[in-house]
């Protein structure tokens, strides 16, 4: 199905503003455009419903509403139920908040496995539980490629291991890992499986219900939302883990995890982007589900385009995959020197990007790269046209 980018971009106030024409915006993975309904339940909430919600007023009792919407909406689209979905201040801090907890869980001896492939949201939180003597694997990547291969998982597993945790895609690898028979081999060895969505989520919630994994993070703010960390906990799990908040609020299983007031109006305005993806189901003739399809069935055709283009280059390389199919399209480039003044060039071009480690330093320096220096990451969604990859590319020659 070809996606109707006219009515996409329509959707997003920030590409009919005056001061960004011309500008092509190839930083969505630090956060992508909001969409208009997210701004109009934000507006709203902050004119109209600005009081402790759950109250007696009408603005109170409307407030919580919005808040409880949002929600019930965004756990239907993951494929979980309502009270499994947690909202919290950043994927970050949500992450902390659940090391905490299966460090109390956890006993000495006991072992967990990250990845070095990880954004040190879903690696660092993890690796600090050895301080409490819990046992920290490494599942390293292939320094060649980036990959995380199963077999060197397996190898980790055994009757110990109580966690692993790995991201749906690296955000500077790109290459998307397979969740579901990831999540398989961990949960076959005894194992909860929590799984960093950050990179993957704006290219297409997914079905966390049917893929299985126990955990599943990401942020609202990269996927046309507020700063919100959105983070589901599988039943289960959550009420296996020792509560993280007040402790009058521990039978209720999405307040567990939330140790602090909620922002109340980031909170409501992501019934926006269960708006946005309503409304582009309805336009586009399918459902929720395949929502997710047209989007990365448009990525798809527009990263490979680019991937073609840059493989043919000697001046950098690619992390990993040069196939589009099995990545998203967060392309991160080893120039062999500083990515920044590179970056800082391509704007002087209208490409908004950025040269930096991304906080994927374990990842840069199993690949040989020295995050000092840095890569060089376009990162697109499926809003960006075939007029701004192509503005991108005709920049790089001109700057590289």
Not at 278 to 293: I, L, M, S
């Amino acid at each position: 199905m070809n996606i109707d980018t006219d009515w996409v971009r329509a959707q997003f106030p920030a590409f009919s503003q005056p001061s960004l024409q011309g500008q092509a915006f190839f930083e969505n993975a630090g956060g992508s455009y909001t969409c208009q309904p997210v701004i109009d339940r934000l507006t709203r909430f902050y004119t109209e419903r600005k009081m402790q919600p759950y109250g007696t007023s009408q603005a109170s009792r409307l407030g919580g509403e919005e808040m409880d919407e949002a929600r019930s909406r965004m756990a239907a689209i993951l494929g979980v139920d309502t009270d499994e979905l947690s909202f919290g201040p950043s994927t970050t801090q949500n992450t902390y908040v659940l090391a905490q907890a299966f460090g109390q869980m956890l006993k000495p001896g006991e072992a967990i496995v990250v990845t070095n492939q990880d954004h040190e949201a879903n690696s660092g939180p993890w690796r600090r539980l050895a301080e409490r003597g819990i046992e920290v694997r490494e599942w390293q990547i292939n320094p060649d490629t980036g990959k995380l291969e199963i077999e060197k998982l397996e190898a980790l597993l055994d009757e110990s291991v109580r966690l692993v945790c790995f991201p749906h895609c690296s955000n500077v690898v790109g290459e998307i890992n397979p969740v579901v028979e990831i999540t398989a081999v961990a949960h076959a060895a005894g194992a909860f499986v929590c799984v960093d969505g950050v990179s993957y989520a704006p290219h297409g919630f997914a079905d966390v219900g049917h893929m299985g994994p126990d955990i599943y993070l990401f942020s609202a703010y990269k996927t046309y939302g507020p700063h919100q960390g959105l983070m589901v906990i599988r039943r289960a799990l959550g009420e296996l883990l020792p509560n993280q908040g007040h402790y009058f609020n521990g039978d209720t299983l999405y307040k567990r995890f939330t140790p602090a007031g909620p922002d109340h109006a980031q909170v409501a305005a992501c019934a926006g982007m269960a708006d946005y993806v309503d409304a582009f189901a309805a336009h586009h003739n399918t459902d929720a589900r395949g929502v997710h399809d047209v989007m990365r069935e448009q990525e798809t055709h527009l990263l490979q385009h680019m991937l073609d283009a840059l493989r043919g280059r000697n001046d950098l390389r690619i992390l990993g995959p040069t196939e589009a199919a099995n990545r998203a399209p967060t392309v991160a480039l080893d120039l062999g020197r500083a990515a920044k003044p590179v970056a800082q060039a391509l704007a002087d071009h209208g490409i908004m990007t950025a040269g930096d480690d991304f906080y994927a330093v374990r990842a840069l320096e199993a690949m040989g790269i020295d995050p000092a220096q840095g890569v060089l990451r376009l990162s697109f969604t499926h809003y960006t046209t075939r007029a701004e990859i192509d503005q991108a590319l005709t920049a790089l020659d001109a700057v590289l």
